[in-house]
């Protein structure tokens, strides 16, 4: 069976690593032909694919919707392999790459929504229409589901709820930014981590403001918070960290290739986020055994269960920031210890193997409809 995955990039980010691990899942199973079609640039997971020699082509093309010749230039991948399944995912690759899929007589088309649309009437049209050409939506999670229902945009026996998988075989892979090599811990300081897109959805000028506020307090005063991730608003934010006279308390990691080293090395994630459609680093993070504070807006809710196995928190209540922040710190070794064991025993249902099945399952749906291939024909 000939599979086409389409997306926008594949740089780094949720969905490049979402990818990057169905890619080793899928290299590994026989009856299965992966092929990937980027419709912008490239960047390091494609790279990474490419030097493991998994089938990758990047347009480098416009992506913003609607590109009429992009469509065409998909069309032209898909008549060269003749997918049995297009697989597409994100927005602007749901538009373009469903279409064309149509066009080119696809015999089984799957569109996946991997965010929270916050689609005005227009595109709540233009997304009726596309998903109206899939045979599938995948939804990456209840809460991404009942918004693509609620906006009217499919129905919702067409979508079927697909959580992420992460990376479940915790290892000190590849080299780290030397700004952890030189980061020391002191024994009665906390580590707070973040890894993330730098952009504005991701609320952490926000939570700059509120962990000032933190860490002014004496007690809490040698806290620490480790970035981790690139992005345009990354000079803004070391900007507001400046402003806010919290440089000592505040270290800026950049992108890194492997997360686990640096979550070796913290307390406690945060994810502050205006809105998540799933989280994979909050999985990494409980994986580690952290203790996790996340956004209660979206996915994380289906992850977290709050005060259980971490804590939820409204993204822009400053009030219950802090108060949770310093309710953390409180914890003794063993609470930590025991709200980190169930965070992990939470995230190993996201693992890769239950996320490969289950995408073999929706897969091989097709057969049971079609018995003829476009590589048949």
Same mark, same amino acid.
């Given at each position: ?109 799957? %569109?996946? /929504?991997?965010?929270?649309?916050? &689609? ?5 049209? *233009?997304? !009726?229409? @596309?998903? +109206? $050409? ?96 690139? %992005?345009? /608003?990354?000079?803004?934010?070391? &900007? ?5 006279? *919290?440089? !000592?308390? @505040?270290? +800026? $990691? ?113 057969? !049971? ?9």
């Amino acid at each position: 069976m000939i599979i086409c995955r389409i997306v926008s990039q594949l740089d780094f980010g949720g969905v490049e690593e979402r990818l990057r691990l169905t890619s080793l899942f899928f290299s590994k199973q026989r009856k299965f032909q992966l092929h990937i079609l980027v419709l912008g640039n490239g960047g390091y997971v494609a790279d990474t694919l490419i030097e493991l020699g998994i089938s990758v082509t990047i347009l480098n093309k416009e992506v913003k919707i609607p590109n009429v010749s992009l469509i065409f230039s998909i069309k032209q991948f898909l008549h060269k392999y003749r997918p049995n399944i297009v697989h597409t995912s994100g927005s602007e690759a749901n538009f373009h790459g469903i279409i064309a899929a149509k066009l080119s007589n696809i015999p089984y088309i799957i %569109g996946e /929504e991997i965010g929270f649309p916050n &689609h005005d009437y227009r595109y709540r049209l *233009i997304f !009726k229409l @596309v998903y +109206f $050409l899939a045979d599938r939506v995948i939804a990456i999670s209840e809460a991404v589901k009942n918004r693509i229902v609620n906006l009217n945009e499919v129905s919702s026996n067409k979508v079927e709820v697909v959580y992420n998988p992460v990376n479940d075989v915790i290892s000190p892979q590849k080299a780290v930014s030397n700004d952890l090599i030189l980061f020391t811990k002191n024994s009665h300081d906390l580590v707070f981590v973040t890894t993330c897109r730098l952009v504005a959805v991701k609320n952490l000028r926000f939570f700059l403001d509120v962990f000032m506020k933190f860490v002014t307090i004496e007690k809490f005063s040698k806290s620490k918070l480790l970035i981790v991730g690139d %992005g345009p /608003e990354k000079e803004k934010l070391i &900007h507001r960290v400046n402003e806010l006279g *919290i440089t !000592k308390n @505040v270290t +800026f $990691l950049g992108f890194c290739s492997s997360i686990f080293p640096v979550l070796g090395k913290a307390d406690v994630f945060v994810l502050p986020s205006l809105s998540e459609g799933f989280s994979i680093s909050l999985v990494e993070a409980m994986l580690n055994n952290l203790v996790v504070i996340s956004t209660n807006v979206g996915g994380p809710s289906e992850i977290v269960t709050h005060g259980y196995n971490g804590f939820l928190v409204d993204p822009k209540s400053e009030k219950q920031w802090l108060e949770t922040l310093k309710s953390v710190f409180n914890l003794s070794l063993k609470n930590k210890a025991v709200i980190g064991n169930r965070a992990y025993e939470r995230a190993k249902f996201f693992s890769l193997g239950n996320y490969g099945q289950h995408l073999i399952r929706l897969y091989t749906t097709y057969n !049971k409809n079609s018995n003829t291939a476009c590589g048949e024909n």
